[in-house]
C-alpha cells in the first residue's frame, strides 16, 4: 500500500511490475499513463531520450498545467516530444480517486482524437463499477480540469468564509458560464458544456469535502 495516499487500499503485488528505470518502462509500454503532478512531471522526464515516445498512446489523468511552459500536457507533449495529437489521449472525471478505490459507481470520460484509441482506452479502464464515455474534445477537457480547480478554491474560500450555498451556487453557475466562454475560445468545437466532463467534473471538485 502506499503510506501517503489512499493507504488503506492494499495493491496486488502479484499483478504489478515496479521500477525505478522510468527510460525501460516506458520502452517496454505501449500505452503509457500519465499521473505525475503537473507540477513535477517536467523535471521527472527531462532526461529521458527524444525519440522515447515515439509510436506511444499517451493517456493524461493531470489535472493542471506545466508550469515553466504554460502549457496543457496534450500541447507540451506535442511540442517537447513530437507525440501527434492523435496518440494523446485525456481521462476526466469526475471521479474522485478515494471514492474509485472504495470502489464506488464512478464515471468517466476519455478524449482523444483517434476514435480508435479512445475507444480502446474506454475498455481498458472499464469494470463493474466504472463506467466510460468517449469524447474527441482533448482540449476542451485539458482546460475544464485546470479551470474546475481553480473555481473549486473559490468555493472553499466562499466555505470558510461560511457565506453558505446560496452564494456558492450563483459562483458555480457563473463558473460553468465562464468556462464554457474559454474553452469555446481556446478550441471551438461542438460540445455541450453540461456533459460530466466539463459541469460534472466542477461539481464533484466544487462541492466535496475530498476536493
Not at 71 to 79: A, R
Not at 190 to 207: M, P
Request: charged fraction near 20%; glycine fraction near 4%; aromatic fraction near 10%.
Amino acid at each position: 500500500h502506499n503510506p501517503k495516499y489512499l493507504s488503506s487500499v492494499q495493491l496486488k503485488n502479484e499483478l504489478l511490475c515496479i521500477s525505478s528505470n522510468l527510460e525501460e518502462t516506458i520502452s517496454n509500454a505501449e500505452i503509457i499513463f500519465v499521473v505525475v503532478p503537473a507540477a513535477f512531471l517536467k523535471n521527472t522526464l527531462s532526461n529521458l531520450p527524444a525519440t522515447i515516445f515515439q509510436n506511444k498512446i499517451i493517456v493524461s489523468a493531470v489535472k493542471g498545467m506545466i508550469p515553466e511552459d504554460n502549457l496543457i500536457l496534450v500541447e507540451y507533449f506535442n511540442q517537447q516530444w513530437n507525440v501527434a495529437f492523435e496518440n494523446f489521449a485525456v481521462v476526466s472525471g469526475p471521479c474522485h480517486a478515494e471514492e474509485v478505490a472504495l470502489e464506488k459507481l464512478s464515471y468517466l470520460t476519455i478524449a482523444s482524437q483517434s476514435e480508435e484509441n479512445r475507444n480502446a482506452i474506454c475498455s481498458l479502464l472499464q469494470c463493474r463499477f466504472i463506467f466510460t464515455t468517449p469524447s474527441d474534445d482533448i482540449w476542451g477537457t485539458e482546460y475544464a480540469a485546470v479551470l474546475k480547480n481553480i473555481y473549486a478554491l473559490g468555493a472553499g474560500i466562499c466555505n470558510g468564509l461560511n457565506y453558505g450555498d446560496n452564494f456558492q451556487a450563483v459562483l458555480i453557475s457563473n463558473a460553468i458560464e465562464e468556462m464554457e466562454r474559454f474553452v469555446k475560445a481556446v478550441h471551438p468545437i461542438e460540445r455541450d458544456i453540461k456533459d460530466s466532463a466539463y459541469l460534472g467534473d466542477l461539481l464533484v471538485t466544487a462541492y466535496s469535502q475530498f476536493s
